[in-house]
């Protein structure tokens, strides 16, 4: 009787089908930092999540259970004014779970700092929380598009930034890996608000592939050369220091595509990437050949 309800309780938790969405999880303990004077004004439109008020995950897990499985925080695009939550979210966490990996897509909060925080934390909580989702604690990466590939170089290149708070925060917020979807790789300090606001198109950019040093973790990168709102040379200078620095990566620039493609289902070459990283997964070791389903 006993094996049986053991049975039935993992046949709930982790469902019969190949994915599904668990459950959204808080990534903070109540309210998250700084946002308890603010109102609730939070709502989706088209797929697309605007005003976020409290950052939480969603959590989709793999049907078959291996304590081995790698994982990957999701941080979708949408340039900090909202959340291309389907297209860059839940659907490349559906993409991860058919080939084996844990997937958790990040709601983040739509600041620069906040969500560099948020994300962090995150990284953080699941590392922590490995043994309930059945995951590889140092097997735990990132991946992120436009916006939200800003988000998770942040995090490969600040993690020793994040302040500890309480024993999630005790646990590493460095991702083991990333995967980067026509990430935006140029950006103003997050603590320069102030200045960005004062100097308006005059503010000073830095870009991300001078924080690259060998400890950055290994990278697939994918984008478009015909990306007129990321200009490509932003990925590439990216590659270029992270192979300078002898970190494990691989960039694949598509002629076209645009900006914005997702998986990119239905746009010709552009939808052959999801292949070619699962593939550089295997190569790199992240993924094993008996964790695909």
Not at 45 to 74: C, G, S, T
Not at 113 to 137: P, V
Not at 261 to 276: E, I, N, Y
Request: aromatic share 10%; charged share 20%.
């Amino acid at each position: 009787m006993r094996q049986t309800a053991i049975l039935i309780g993992m046949i709930v938790l982790f469902g019969a089908g190949t994915s599904f969405a668990q459950r959204s999880i808080n990534i903070w303990p109540g309210l998250a930092p700084g946002t308890g004077n603010e109102k609730n004004k939070e709502k989706i439109v088209n797929e697309r999540i605007y005003d976020v008020y409290q950052p939480d995950l969603e959590v989709f897990l793999p049907k078959r259970i291996d304590a081995n499985r790698p994982a990957v925080i999701i941080c979708p695009g949408g340039g900090y004014n909202h959340l291309a939550i389907e297209l860059e979210g839940t659907s490349v966490a559906k993409w991860l779970n058919e080939n084996g990996v844990a997937a958790f897509v990040l709601k983040y909060r739509l600041k620069p700092e906040q969500a560099f925080e948020d994300a962090k934390r995150a990284l953080s909580l699941i590392r922590s929380q490995s043994k309930k989702y059945g995951i590889n604690s140092n097997m735990l990466g990132i991946a992120g598009f436009s916006a939200g590939g800003q988000v998770a170089a942040e995090v490969a290149t600040h993690y020793k930034d994040a302040p500890a708070r309480d024993l999630v925060d005790g646990a590493s917020c460095k991702p083991d890996f990333m995967i980067l979807g026509y990430p935006a790789l140029d950006w103003l300090h997050p603590d320069a608000d102030e200045e960005y606001a004062r100097l308006g198109s005059k503010a000073s950019f830095i870009p991300y592939y001078n924080l690259v040093d060998k400890d950055t973790p290994p990278t697939f990168i994918v984008h478009a050369a015909d990306d007129r709102t990321v200009p490509v040379i932003q990925s590439i200078q990216f590659f270029t220091a992270l192979e300078k620095a002898g970190v494990p990566c691989e960039l694949h620039v598509f002629e076209k595509g645009g900006h914005g493609f997702g998986l990119g289902s239905g746009r010709s070459a552009v939808d052959k990437w999801p292949g070619l990283c699962i593939d550089w997964m295997r190569t790199e070791g992240i993924l094993k050949a008996e964790q695909l389903l």
